[in-house]
């Protein structure tokens, strides 16, 4: 009898170790996977923003190449090639051009360098030398002039050949190193974390953590860097360009034609925390069955020993150990319900013959409702993810499988492990929804992102355009008052035409964040009840509206006319919506963000107020509504939809600081939700509904003027000409300050200096503006920017006092700007 209970409790012993020891690895597995694969998205999003930063740049210095190898000594055009591309580009300190000895020879710092000789460094060496082809990448290194003074800095070059295919010089930028850090820092995890770039050669190029004394080291003598320079694409590594010593779990991935190594990793420490927490218990619950296994054996055996001669309690004592071996296979179940994986058994017939609570709680089925059935019966939809011919060839083979499916009943993604045994399978699940939303979140913020980039540069250049085509459209309508009707009229459809491509570029601004905000404390109730007026006439006699105010309504910060804007291009939509007309409805609340949901939805915690507006008409399909905000995407048909409508709207909320949400269903109409931030109490600016315009008067005084743009700056000038005031016109602010030195000295002061921000020459216009002012301090000053500048811009708003006139214009706007300056 001792030896039976004996060998029973080493066999259950085994047993509990057996399957203690393969939760315990496969948690592991399961945790270092997702550690993984958490950063392999990493690397996916720092070699796609890789990609495209350097793709913008190497378009840049595409144009100045040609424009050097067209002709190197005409130091005008290659002046104004580099200035035009440092314009367009945000992440550079400078654009230059370096002759075939290493020589400075044009930068977009200043039209006349000092000789400065830069034959030493990589970027000039490697192009001359012929060891790359393409844009070749430095490595990083302290700038020591400039912008770039003291700042760590990437420089970036072309070759420039000249026409008999020799070498004729460089064209280089300097890109500023926290342009990558600042977006590694927003995306690195944990303290023990690490982002990065690497050249091919193993060299340092970015980091997160920042670490000056890392910049430019050299990786490649690491012991697996081999295994990354074999890789097609990229991969995984227990150790990659670590600074520590630590074990780390690496992966990486190539970026811009294999030039750059896109790496992430994590300490196996910090990886491996969750699981270890998980560990403890699975012992100690394991521990616990022995004991009690052990504990009830014992007991069985002295009472046998005692009772052995008595027959008829041999039955009873067989009763007992079949008892005892019920209550074993209970605590081994025990086991299964503590691990966190959701963990069901599926017999030879396909029938469900366990399933743990997790599991109950994934499939959000009972485990009584299951027990017994066919899994073929009670889910039916799995034949349409390739589930049951990958388990029937794993039981054939007998080997376990892993895989990652969509299940569309239930709206959820699984990643899937599957283990066949002589009495069927066991299956662990992990829900990984969240998970596959946030990466989806990640690529969608990307893409916005990118394309947000693309179309403010092309915003910025049409302004410049638009401001002469309408200034000078107006102008010429006035002289030809007496002209015949349709000489009349071909100037309008100039000036309608104009006005579209102004409209087009302030959505292209708004969408892309780049439109200059002037936010002030705003009553939303009232501005909407305001705003009421406006659109029914918009929307026509077949539409109701409804206003429903919330009351107690917080004020918001918010610029109202971009917000009237918004509001009315949504008005516009619900309206196409209900061709046979309906109700339009605009909602007003309070609402409070919390830390959970706002991270659970990819938005900012905090006070908000809301504003939806909902319509009665066809509705969205869930596969429009989520491409609903992507730039240029219309269901309506050609012509009859820009398809930036809501693309704008996304771009104001987001620059704003709040965001939007869209809700929709085919045949019950749509609701867009505005989430707008509330004031906090330091912002002493307010909107009143209903301001007054003042008139587009002219007047009298001198006005400083400051254009690079040559049709802009002799449209300006003749439109305050015409306006009464007397211009001094400049295309370099270095000119302009000392015309206005001259002019204090001779006690003829200037009212107003009228700059553009990004100037050729060397000054930007906030440079001009601040020497202007202490040469002159009651001088007043109005800039001009097609697009918001970092000089005048922060965060999407502007800076405080800062008086700006948005591209395009025209002359009554800039009169009224101008009035509006000297009369305050």
Same mark, same amino acid.
């Given at each position: 009898?001792?030896?039976?209970?004996?060998?029973?409790?080493?066999? +259950?012993?085994?047993?509990?170790?057996?399957?203690?020891?393969?939760?315990?690895?496969?948690?592991?597995?399961? +945790?270092?996977?997702?550690?993984?694969?958490?950063?392999?998205?990493?690397?996916?999003?720092?070699?796609?923003?890789? @990609?495209?930063?350097?793709?913008?740049?190497?378009? $840049?210095?595409? +144009?100045?190449?040609?424009?050097?190898?067209?002709?190197?000594?005409?130091?005008?055009?290659?002046?104004?090639?580099?200035?035009?591309?440092?314009?367009?580009?945000?992440?550079?300190?400078?654009?230059?051009?370096?002759?075939?000895?290493?020589?400075?020879?044009?930068?977009?710092?200043?039209? #006349?360098?000092?000789?400065?000789?830069?034959?030493?460094?990589?970027?000039?060496?490697?192009?001359? #030398?012929?060891?790359?082809?393409?844009?070749?990448?430095?490595?990083?290194?302290?700038?020591?002039? &400039?912008?770039?003074?003291? @700042?760590?800095?990437?420089?970036?070059?072309?070759?420039?050949?000249?026409?008999?295919?020799?070498?004729?010089?460089?064209?280089?930028?300097?890109?500023?190193?926290?342009?990558?850090?600042?977006?590694? #820092?927003?995306?690195?995890?944990?303290?023990?974390?690490?982002?990065?770039?690497?050249?091919?050669?193993?060299?340092?190029?970015?980091?997160?953590?920042?670490?000056?004394?890392?910049?430019?080291?050299?990786?490649?003598?690491?012991?697996?860097?081999?295994?990354?320079?074999?890789?097609?694409?990229?991969?995984?590594?227990?150790?990659?360009?670590?600074?520590?010593?630590?074990?780390?779990?690496?992966?990486?991935?190539?970026?811009?034609?294999?030039?750059? /190594?896109?790496?992430?990793?994590?300490?196996?420490?910090?990886?491996?925390?969750?699981?270890?927490?998980?560990?403890?218990?699975?012992?100690?619950?394991?521990?616990?069955?022995?004991?009690?296994?052990?504990?009830?054996?014992?007991?069985?055996?002295?009472?046998?020993?005692? @009772? @052995?001669?008595?027959?008829?309690?041999?039955?009873?004592?067989?009763?007992?150990?079949?008892?005892?071996?019920?209550?074993?296979?209970?605590?081994?179940?025990?086991?299964?319900?503590?691990?966190?994986?959701?963990?069901?058994?599926?017999?030879?017939?396909?029938?469900?013959?366990?399933?743990?609570?997790?599991?109950?709680?994934?499939?959000?089925?009972?485990?009584?409702?299951?027990?017994?059935?066919?899994?073929?019966?009670?889910?039916?939809?799995?034949?349409?993810?390739?589930?049951?011919?990958?388990?029937?060839?794993?039981?054939?083979?007998?080997?376990?499988?892993?895989?990652?499916?969509?299940?569309?009943?239930?709206?959820?993604?699984?990643?899937?492990?599957?283990?066949?045994?002589?009495?069927?399978?066991?299956?662990?699940?992990?829900?990984?929804?969240?998970?596959?939303?946030?990466?989806?979140?990640?690529?969608? !913020?990307?893409?916005?992102?990118?394309?947000?980039?693309?179309?403010?540069?092309?915003?910025?250049?049409?302004?410049?355009?638009?401001?002469?085509?309408?200034?000078?459209?107006?102008?010429?309508?006035?002289?030809?008052?007496?002209?015949?009707?349709?000489?009349?009229?071909?100037?309008?459809?100039?000036?309608?035409?104009?006005?579209? !491509?102004?409209?087009?570029?302030?959505?292209?601004?708004?969408? !892309?964040?780049?439109?200059?905000?002037?936010?002030?404390?705003?009553?939303?109730?009232?501005?909407?009840?305001?705003?009421?007026?406006?659109?029914?006439?918009?929307?026509?006699? =077949?539409?109701?509206?409804?206003?429903?105010?919330?009351?107690?309504?917080?004020?918001? /910060?918010?610029?109202?006319?971009?917000?009237?804007?918004?509001?009315?291009?949504?008005?516009?939509?619900?309206?196409?919506?209900?061709?046979? &007309? &309906?109700?339009?409805?605009?909602?007003?609340?309070?609402?409070?963000?919390?830390?959970?949901?706002?991270?659970?939805?990819?938005?900012?915690?905090?006070?908000?107020?809301?504003?939806?507006?909902?319509?009665?008409?066809?509705?969205?399909?869930?596969?429009?509504?989520?491409?609903?905000?992507?730039?240029?995407?219309?269901?309506?048909?050609?012509?009859?939809?820009?398809?930036?409508?809501?693309?704008?709207?996304?771009?104001?909320?987001?620059?704003?600081?709040?965001?939007?949400?869209?809700?929709?269903?085919?045949?019950?109409?749509?609701?867009?939700?505005?989430?707008?931030?509330?004031?906090? $109490? #330091?912002?002493?600016?307010?909107?009143?509904?209903?301001?007054?315009?003042?008139?587009?008067?002219?007047?009298?005084?001198?006005?400083?003027?400051?254009?690079?743009?040559?049709?802009?700056?002799?449209?300006?000038?003749?439109?305050?000409?015409?306006?009464?005031?007397?211009?001094?016109?400049?295309? =370099?602010?270095?000119?302009?300050?000392?015309?206005?030195?001259?002019?204090?000295?001779?006690?003829?002061?200037?009212?107003?200096?009228?700059?553009?921000?990004?100037?050729?020459?060397?000054?930007?216009?906030?440079?001009?503006?601040?020497?202007?002012?202490?040469?002159?301090?009651?001088?007043?000053?109005?800039?001009?920017?097609?697009?918001?500048?970092?000089?005048?811009?922060?965060?999407?708003?502007?800076?405080?006092?800062?008086?700006?006139?948005?591209?395009?214009?025209?002359?009554?706007?800039?009169?009224?700007?101008?009035?509006? /300056?000297?009369?305050?």
């Amino acid at each position: 009898m001792k030896k039976v209970f004996l060998l029973a409790n080493v066999l +259950v012993a085994l047993v509990l170790v057996i399957i203690i020891t393969r939760s315990i690895l496969i948690d592991r597995a399961q +945790v270092i996977e997702a550690n993984y694969r958490q950063l392999e998205n990493a690397t996916a999003a720092l070699a796609e923003h890789a @990609q495209q930063t350097l793709m913008a740049l190497d378009l $840049g210095l595409t +144009v100045v190449e040609q424009t050097g190898s067209d002709n190197m000594s005409d130091l005008q055009a290659l002046n104004t090639a580099v200035v035009s591309r440092q314009a367009a580009a945000a992440n550079t300190y400078a654009f230059y051009v370096l002759d075939r000895n290493g020589n400075l020879l044009a930068t977009s710092r200043t039209p #006349d360098p000092m000789p400065v000789d830069l034959s030493q460094y990589s970027e000039f060496t490697a192009q001359r #030398d012929g060891r790359h082809e393409g844009m070749y990448i430095a490595t990083p290194r302290l700038g020591t002039v &400039g912008f770039a003074e003291n @700042q760590w800095v990437i420089n970036v070059s072309r070759r420039i050949t000249a026409a008999d295919g020799s070498f004729a010089g460089v064209a280089a930028a300097s890109m500023s190193l926290d342009y990558f850090g600042d977006f590694y #820092d927003a995306l690195r995890g944990d303290e023990r974390s690490a982002l990065g770039l690497l050249s091919s050669e193993g060299r340092v190029i970015a980091r997160s953590p920042f670490d000056e004394t890392l910049m430019g080291q050299d990786y490649s003598q690491n012991s697996q860097f081999p295994d990354v320079q074999g890789s097609d694409d990229g991969g995984r590594v227990t150790d990659l360009a670590t600074s520590d010593g630590m074990p780390r779990l690496s992966a990486f991935r190539y970026a811009w034609n294999r030039s750059l /190594i896109a790496y992430a990793n994590t300490t196996e420490a910090e990886a491996l925390l969750e699981w270890q927490g998980r560990l403890l218990s699975k012992i100690s619950i394991g521990l616990l069955i022995m004991l009690t296994f052990t504990g009830t054996s014992a007991a069985t055996i002295v009472l046998a020993q005692r @009772q @052995q001669h008595f027959a008829e309690q041999t039955l009873r004592t067989q009763q007992r150990a079949q008892a005892f071996v019920s209550a074993a296979k209970a605590e081994v179940e025990t086991v299964f319900s503590a691990i966190s994986d959701a963990v069901f058994s599926l017999d030879r017939e396909w029938r469900f013959a366990f399933l743990n609570p997790e599991a109950e709680r994934v499939l959000e089925r009972p485990a009584a409702e299951l027990m017994g059935k066919k899994i073929t019966e009670e889910f039916p939809e799995l034949t349409e993810t390739g589930f049951y011919e990958i388990y029937r060839e794993a039981r054939g083979k007998g080997e376990s499988v892993s895989m990652e499916r969509y299940y569309r009943p239930l709206q959820k993604w699984f990643v899937i492990n599957a283990y066949p045994h002589e009495e069927g399978m066991t299956v662990y699940l992990q829900d990984v929804t969240r998970q596959k939303e946030m990466e989806e979140r990640l690529h969608h !913020a990307q893409k916005m992102d990118a394309i947000g980039q693309l179309t403010g540069g092309i915003a910025h250049d049409f302004n410049n355009l638009l401001t002469v085509i309408l200034g000078n459209i107006d102008l010429l309508s006035a002289h030809l008052e007496s002209a015949p009707e349709n000489v009349r009229g071909q100037a309008d459809v100039i000036r309608i035409a104009g006005e579209r !491509a102004a409209e087009l570029t302030h959505r292209l601004l708004a969408f !892309a964040r780049r439109q200059p905000l002037n936010p002030q404390q705003t009553d939303i109730n009232a501005l909407v009840q305001e705003a009421k007026h406006l659109l029914a006439r918009t929307v026509g006699e =077949d539409i109701s509206i409804e206003l429903a105010c919330g009351h107690d309504l917080w004020p918001a /910060i918010v610029d109202p006319y971009e917000l009237q804007n918004a509001i009315l291009n949504l008005a516009i939509n619900a309206r196409d919506a209900m061709p046979e &007309g &309906g109700k339009l409805t605009i909602e007003t609340n309070n609402a409070s963000v919390s830390p959970e949901y706002a991270d659970e939805q990819g938005v900012t915690a905090g006070d908000f107020i809301t504003i939806a507006v909902s319509d009665t008409g066809c509705g969205m399909t869930a596969e429009i509504a989520a491409q609903a905000f992507d730039p240029f995407f219309t269901t309506k048909d050609e012509g009859k939809g820009s398809g930036l409508g809501l693309a704008m709207v996304y771009g104001f909320a987001h620059q704003t600081g709040g965001h939007v949400n869209i809700y929709s269903e085919s045949g019950e109409g749509t609701t867009v939700r505005l989430y707008l931030p509330r004031v906090d $109490g #330091d912002n002493d600016s307010q909107h009143q509904a209903g301001p007054d315009r003042v008139d587009a008067r002219g007047g009298t005084g001198r006005i400083l003027l400051v254009e690079d743009d040559d049709l802009v700056r002799r449209f300006a000038v003749s439109g305050l000409q015409k306006l009464g005031y007397e211009v001094s016109d400049f295309a =370099d602010g270095a000119q302009a300050l000392e015309a206005l030195r001259l002019a204090e000295d001779r006690s003829q002061p200037y009212a107003l200096l009228l700059t553009d921000v990004v100037l050729a020459g060397g000054l930007s216009g906030r440079e001009v503006a601040a020497g202007a002012v202490e040469i002159d301090p009651q001088l007043k000053v109005l800039f001009m920017s097609g697009y918001a500048e970092n000089a005048i811009v922060h965060h999407g708003r502007l800076d405080p006092g800062v008086n700006l006139l948005s591209k395009p214009f025209r002359t009554a706007d800039l009169a009224q700007k101008i009035r509006e /300056i000297l009369d305050s």
